[in-house]
């Protein structure tokens, strides 16, 4: 039928609006394909347990941008680049300094001095007097602080804290840090995998597009 049109005397009528209908069609198939290919990775996040902040640093844009086009891109992208590396290439975190990285154990508090994230370096020392170093040949070494009294709750009898002790009744070393020459990340983001799965949907989301 649109031969049959176009053969009556409107060709080149006919061929741009079958132009525009493969732009619109090629545009809408990337755009669909970029944003499944984003909620995918915003899912892979959660499902890591990396929480609903990491995970919507997944972006997706299509160029160019505002208009339809035969040669549609997608792009997706993370904010966090370096975070979503490791844990897609299983790397292995060792210490700036070289030699034994500090991981907070669930007794250290959440922030050190100046509010930052809690270290070595800034760990409030005036709260809860020096740390000390343990070794051991096996396991993780230790940094521990001394002379504490554990802070109970009153109504769940939960250790909700530490401070240092007035008396020498309760105290108790508390491990604040364990020290590791390296920790290795688990492999929680398949990017590539993923990419080359909305990658191969493309071709059949540009034809559901395409009117008939």
Known sequence: MRIMAALRGELKKLMRQEFITAERAVTQGVREATDGLKLAMRRQVMASGLGPRMANTWRGDIYPKGQSSIRAAG???????????????????????????????????KRGVGGGRISPSNFPEQRFGPLRCIYRRNGPSLLV?????????????????????????????????WLVPQVKMPKLIRFAEESARWHDKLPGLILKNWPD
Do not use: C, H, Q
Not at 146 to 174: D, I
């Open 75 to 109: 792009l997706v992208y993370t904010r966090a680049s370096k975070v979503m590396g490791g844990f897609e290439e299983a790397k292995a975190i060792r210490s700036k300094d070289g030699f034994w990285l500090a991981i907070p154990t669930p007794n250290a508090p």
């Open 145 to 177: 602080a001394e002379n504490l009294r554990p802070s109970v709750s009153r109504a769940t009898g939960e250790v909700r804290g530490f401070r240092k002790a007035k008396t020498n009744r309760g105290l108790s070393s508390v491990v604040m840090f």
